[in-house]
């Protein structure tokens, strides 16, 4: 498939296909593995430059992967994030209030899908509030693959000036947050480069938002359009952790994943995948794989067959599942809990797509209580 920018992947679209080659040693995610990058022929102007190349986790594999993983991995353990629950209530139940406060209509997502997991992970990375929605636009711009290259640069350079400063004040201030952990392991043994650092910071921050924001607003899409899968949660016939694995697969708030490479020929269901060529992972069409889904088009809260990809596999698998399952349920949870007559607004456009192709969701969801 041609990406935005006319760069050519090979997008893997089939569940068994995916979960086999999210687990392959001879797959990596270093982009010097890839020809287009490594013999310079990738567009200097190309948008998704920024978001393949990011120092972190994501672009690394082997040892360097497990070193970075690693040093943030403490922080998402079970029992730390069970810890974490009591102020994901208090701040769920502090947005609701705030949404009976407004007037008519409102836009779920911008007044309660998005806040509640940026804040959570704003305390986590120990940032002030006042900068949250303008990391969240930079990291916007960043997801987006209709940005210009342009703006996606702008946008990468604004984030690690801000997260930059971040750290400097850290640096002078110690908290009792990730970004001094961080801080104190490049200190104290030099486990981690100073761009590694902040590129680190910014995979949690754009990680542990934008996809739970995506969630949650598809979540609540999915319920409102089918009535009868809501009744069976709210007569508790099925609990609200059946809604957020059926959303996580029906609706995959990543739609895609950029970049994999193989590091060696592969050969998946019949194609060559040859060395330095590059892989997109397709979270969205993989939910949708009738051939191992039956009726995968139907959002079904007792289906059988719950396991999904959308939260990766592999060495990669996503750190904050956990979080993201414990931040979702919460949301969902005590918002049908106090609205149980919450309905899409009357009169408003039809929900738009992102977009993006990384992030899959809506751009606006307007309700009424
Ligand atoms: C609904 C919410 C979420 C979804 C759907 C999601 C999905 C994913 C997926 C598909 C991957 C694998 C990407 C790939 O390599 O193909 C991933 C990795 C990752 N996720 Fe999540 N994620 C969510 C929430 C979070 C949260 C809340 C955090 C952190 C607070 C987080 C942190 C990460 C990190 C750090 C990685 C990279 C792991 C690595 O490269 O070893 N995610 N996520």
Sequence with gaps: MELPGGVVVWAITHHDALQRLLADPRIGKDPRLWNEFREGRLPADWPLRSFVTVPGM?????????????????????????????????????????????????????????????????????????????????????????????????????????????????????????????????????????????????????AGHETTLNLITNAVRALLAHPEQLRLVLDGEVGWAAVVEETLRY???????????????????????????????????????????????????TRAQTRHLSLGHGPHFCLGAGLARLEAETALRELFGRYPGLALAEGKPAPVPLPSFIGNSVRQLYVTV
């Design 58 to 206: 994501v672009t690394a594999d082997g040892e360097d992967h497990r070193r970075l993983r690693g040093l943030v991995s403490q922080a998402f353990t079970p029992r730390r994030i069970a810890e974490l629950q009591p102020r994901i209530e208090r701040l769920t139940d502090e947005l609701l209030t705030a949404v009976a406060g407004l007037q008519g209509p409102f836009d779920l997502r911008a007044h309660f899908a998005y806040p509640l997991p940026m804040q959570v992970i704003g305390e986590l990375l120990g940032l002030d509030p006042s900068q949250q929605d303008e990391l969240h636009v930079l990291s916007d711009t960043l997801v987006s693959s209709s940005a210009t290259a342009e703006r996606a640069a702008a946008a990468n350079q604004g984030l690690f000036a801000l997260l930059g400063s971040v750290v400097a004040a850290k640096r002078e201030q110690p908290g009792e947050d990730l970004t001094t952990a961080l801080i104190a392991a490049r200190e104290a043994d030099d486990r981690l480069t100073e761009i590694e650092l902040v590129g680190t910071m910014l995979l949690m921050l754009i």
């Design 251 to 301: 609706d995959s708030p990543v739609g895609q994943f950029p970049l994999r490479y193989a590091a060696e020929p592969i050969e998946v269901g019949g194609v060559l995948i040859r060395a330095g060529e590059a892989i997109l992972a397709s979270y969205a069409a993989v939910g949708r794989d009738e051939g191992h889904y039956p009726e995968a088009d139907r959002f079904d809260l």
